[in-house]
Structures are given as structure tokens and as C-alpha cells.
């Protein structure tokens, strides 16, 4: 059975002292790091201000049973895809991506599983467009958690060109064979977006 209070932890809430602590930096990172995804452009001033191994990385090493504890899944892959987006520790960056890729994928295999009629979540909480699967992780819609998978694989293996090979033969098959990413085994319109995406991402993929 769920952990109900582990279900839906508020960041902005002070009670949760560690997630409250890292919250600004951990969004920090996902929209703004240098490794993101979803780089933007960001002010100054702020940018001068951030320093990743002195506000995450060594309040991490301090904290990090106390934080086990108090995190859920979902802040647990948000704190992880913080140390693959900022990061210069190529040892955390791999660990995190790890982590991160496989909670993902039992979130997406989760979410087909419940699309299906075959588990029902314990706590179903309206997030958005989808609901509370468990521990805090939503129902995926969309393309967005594979784009931002392949992206930060990619980016992570770039200095190991063996296994970045590996990863782009996998992508190109998974994207194009009768898969959980294409379950039709045809390129609908959203697998049609994410190829286009990995092609910008990976040189060898035509």
C-alpha cells in the first residue's frame, strides 16, 4: 500500500526542509542548467548567484538519508535530472542517470498499465491533465519523458562514442519497431515529432 503522505509533498511548504530548501535549485537546473533540456536564458545576476556543488551537491553529501526519507519518487528523479543538467562530476551525472531513466521508464510502463484497465493507482489525485500513479508520479502524456530521456542520454554518453553508438541503434529501433514508445509499430504523429528531435540530437541517425 502507498505512503499517502509521500503521494502529493508540497515543495513551498517549510515542514519539508530539505525539498524546501532545494526546490528553487532543482528548478533552477531543470529550466535553466547547461546541460537542460529546456535551456533558457536567465537572468545575470541569478546565474552568478547559483553555484551547483555548493547549494546541491554539498548540502546533498550532508543530507542525503534524511532526504531519502522525506523525498518521494517524483523529487527524488527531479533531484537526480538536477545532477545530469548541472553537474560536472561525470561519476554523479552517470548514477543519476541511472536512477533517473529507470524510475522513468516504470513511470511510463505504469501509465500504459493503468491506460489498459489492468492496476489501478491507490491515490488518484488530479495533476493537470493526468493523475497520481504512485509516489507522486503522474500518468505521462505526450512525448515530452522520452525526448527528455533520449536528450540527457545523449548528452551523458557523448564522451563514450562506443556505447553512444549502442544508444543511437537502440533509439532508432525503439522509435521504429512495435514498441512501448510506438505501440502501433507505425510512426503516428508523436513519434514522427520525436525522431525529429533525436535527428538534431545524434549526427548518425538519417
Sequence with gaps: MSNLNLEAIDPRDPKNKHLYYLYPFILYC???????PATQVWD?????????????????????KEIANEFNARWITALCEAYIDCSNNSEERFAALVLSSFIRQTQVATTH??????????????Y???????SGMHGVIGDDIYRNLFYRINLTLKKTPIFRKFFIKVVRTLITENTVINPSGKQDQITRNTMRYIRVLTDDIE
Design 44 to 64: 545575470k545576476e541569478l546565474t552568478s548567484t547559483f553555484n551547483f556543488e555548493e547549494d546541491i551537491s554539498k548540502y546533498v553529501k550532508t543530507n542525503y
Design 113 to 126: 498499465l493503468h491506460w489498459r484497465g489492468e492496476i489501478q493507482p491507490e491515490l488518484q489525485i488530479k
Design 128 to 134: 493537470g491533465h493526468s493523475k497520481r500513479l504512485w
Design 30 to 36: 531543470r529550466n535553466f542548467g547547461p546541460n537542460s
